[in-house]
């Protein structure tokens, strides 16, 4: 195999004879959708690897921002019901036999 390599030492006569960075990836191409089961350079595969974990972030933050829309209208009402049982049972403004205000 022809190739050109960062390693020091990774190339005899011009061909590959061990480098770190040669890495398998095996999944679904994000931008076709087809399957791939590739060897080839990590450093080849940096943009399309920072391109797909872009995607999935943006997908994450859009997920969390669902569930937080859901958890704040709910989070209301408890708030408001543990409100409601710690307010006296008896209006200040009343008092009560025995006790001076």
Known sequence: MQCQCIEDGALINGELQSCRFWVHLYGQDPQTGDKRDVWDCAFAWT????????????????ELEKLRNEIVPQ????????AQMLTP?????ISLP???S
């Open 89 to 93: 049972a008896i209006p200040p403004h």
């Open 98 to 100: 025995g006790f001076k």
């Open 47 to 62: 943009p399309v690897l920072l391109t797909e974990n872009s995607a999935r972030q943006r997908e994450t933050a859009g």
């Open 75 to 82: 989070t209301q009402t408890m708030n408001g019901i543990v």
